[in-house]
């Protein structure tokens, strides 16, 4: 008798027709033959799916250049389909369920003729992790099918897992003709289905990522009381060898992934990697909060990762460990056949561009596309923590939340309590990057990096937060942090990257009760002395000006708030309005 998994599978091979369905088995084997034959298909706008790189200096690398047009989170594109438009909150784009799925089987139809649809059955989390979900995506993209197997615990085992039934998350993706006007990113929550037509990028085609680890986990962390976050989860081990785990929300392209793994200044400390992009999070029977990271790759942003940037990065791509490591849209050195983008290093003198133009160094336009990526596997990592496979997870002590702030923000304020943490998470503003379409620098509201990500109504999730906070016994301390602040000629006055950890430091000083604070209207912000700028060489006036907060200025930034948080109506928790009203107050005086 035929399995659940099955009976899906060939339901969609009859609405999809493919030339064949291919199961994949997960194989280091299996993934040699898929970018073997990916390296003779010319698929994508007339280049190769995949492109060999030169093996002795980047070792298992490979190159793909997607289409022109498929370069980034579509968010305009992209639907949460709730009974009621209500459900899926201002936060999200709707459409009813019926009208979404007549519209999805339409473009479906046939949309697999002349190719292969890869079944991906896949883990995200731990494999015995009480959190592990099973999943089944199907692809028409080799590209998409490396990739998974890179991102997430994929092959064969997972069908045991599922045994005959149907409870798994489903994946339905194919890239159809690329064309822009029939693109759609659908997400069924209520019944675990995503569907996705017409892209072959990253965040719209490796489903197991944005679509269900945040939006549909999102939801399901709602129904059965815990989190799904757009979150780094890393250790800070001191020099007696204890370490402490802390979480960050950052908006897409702010440095998570640096953050992640950074190389300290501080030689004291050290950082260990559980995950740089999404936590899955809950309650302990202990009342602490507890972190997996549902992933086991980076999708990671190249332009900007360096050996003077994020080493550790640089690495984990160089390492031979697993197999293979991708790289889209990013330049081609053609001399040496080895990738290139912006803060790899000086460019080489012969480049093609991320489309395989030859590109002129004197031209003003970027060698590699800004939200170009790699994708490599998280055991790769040299800064890997031992607990990355804990199927409890690591007990969180801090979480912070960042956005990309040239003015305004300090670079660090600690919230009064959880119910504050909630109101400063959700009042988030950061400027908008390359890794979505659309304006690059416009601010926008972003509560806890999940504006794009979240798989219901906000006003719901922000009482859903405040809800968790009630199930702790001790519940982590929340930051907000921002490292962009500019001075008056535009320059960054914070260094960031190893030297965050100077940060880092004072908020475990914080957590472990080792120094004071000083109050501000929006929160606790650090004594200057207590901060260890040893070798930093920036005058502590200048410092002293990272943690100004000048009411004047907050004027623009309260209307924006409370514009934003009337969005959702009488669906903002009341702590949140007594926040706001306090916090309102306290600057006018
Ligand atoms: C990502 C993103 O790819 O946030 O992680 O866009
Ligand atoms: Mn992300």
């Known amino acids: 008798m035929a399995t659940g998994v099955e009976r899906w599978v060939e339901e969609l091979a009859r609405l999809f027709e493919p030339k064949r369905v291919y199961w994949c088995d997960g194989s280091e084997a299996e993934a040699h033959r898929l970018i073997e034959a990916g390296m003779l298909e010319e698929k994508i706008a007339h280049h190769n799916v995949f492109y060999e790189l030169n093996q002795r200096n980047w070792p298992k690398a490979y190159l793909h250049r997607s289409h022109p047009t498929d370069v980034a989170r579509t968010e305009q594109l992209t639907f949460v389909c709730h009974p009621e438009q209500d459900q899926a909150g201002p936060n999200n784009n709707w459409m009813p369920i019926p009208k979404a799925k007549a519209l999805m089987t339409k473009l479906s139809k046939g949309a697999m003729r002349g190719r292969t649809m890869y079944v991906l059955p896949y883990v995200m989390g731990p494999l015995d992790s009480p959190y592990a979900k099973a999943c089944v995506q199907v692809t028409d993209v080799s590209y998409v099918a490396v990739s998974m197997r890179i991102m997430t615990r994929l092959g064969s085992h997972v069908l045991k897992k599922i045994g005959s039934g149907d409870n798994f998350v489903k994946g339905i993706h194919s890239v159809g003709d690329f064309d822009p006007n029939r693109r759609y990113i659908m997400h069924f929550p209520r019944e675990g289905l995503v569907w996705s037509i017409g892209s072959g990028y990253g965040g719209n085609a490796l489903l197991g990522k944005k679509c269900f680890s945040l939006r549909i986990a999102s939801y399901l962390g709602l129904r059965q009381g815990w989190l799904a976050e757009h979150m780094v989860i890393m250790g800070i081990e001191d020099i007696k060898g204890h370490t402490t785990y802390i979480t960050a929300a950052m908006p897409s392209a702010c440095g998570k992934t640096n953050l992640a793994m950074l190389e300290s200044a501080l030689p004291e400390y050290k950082v260990t990697t559980v995950g740089d992009d999404i936590a899955w999070m809950g309650t302990g029977l202990d009342g602490r909060l507890y972190a997996i990271n549902p992933e086991a790759g980076f999708f990671g942003v190249a332009p900007g990762t360096g050996m003077s940037t994020n080493p550790n990065m640089v690495r984990t791509l160089k390492a ?270």
């Not at 514009?563 to 959702?568: A, G, N, P, Q, Y």
């Open 320 to 589: 031979s460990n697993f197999y293979p490591t991708l790289y889209t849209n990013v330049a081609l050195d053609l001399d040496r056949n080895e990738p290139w983008w912006e803060g790899l290093g000086p460019p080489p003198p012969r480049l093609a561009d991320w489309q395989g133009r030859p590109w002129d160094p004197a031209s003003k336009t970027k060698a590699a596309h800004p939200n170009s990526r790699f994708t490599v596997s998280l055991y790769n990592c040299p800064t890997i923590s031992p607990e990355v496979d804990n199927p409890k997870g690591v007990p969180v002590s801090a979480i912070l939340i960042g956005g990309r702030r040239s003015h305004l923000m300090p670079l660090v304020v600690e919230a009064f309590d959880w119910t504050h943490g909630v109101f400063i998470g959700a009042r988030t503003g950061s400027e908008t990057t390359a890794a979505a379409a659309g304006a690059v620098g416009a601010l926008r509201r972003d509560p806890f990096a999940m504006l794009p990500f979240c798989g219901y109504n906000m006003g719901d999730y922000f009482r859903h937060w405040m809800n968790q906070g009630a199930l702790m016994r001790t519940p982590p301390k929340i930051f907000a942090v921002n490292w962009f602040r500019v001075d008056e000629n535009g320059t960054f006055v914070w260094p960031g990257f190893g030297d965050n950890m100077r940060v880092l430091k004072w908020i475990l000083d914080r957590v472990h009760g080792r120094v004071g604070a000083r109050e501000t209207p929006i929160g606790l912000v650090p004594h200057v002395e207590d901060l260890n700028l040893d070798g930093l060489g920036i005058p502590c006036s200048k410092i002293e000006k990272l943690f100004e907060v000048r009411p004047a200025e907050w004027k623009g930034e309260l209307k924006d708030i409370r514009k934003f948080f009337d969005r959702f109506g009488r669906q903002i928790p009341y702590e949140m309005r007594n926040h706001y009203d306090k916090m309102e107050k306290s600057l006018k005086a």
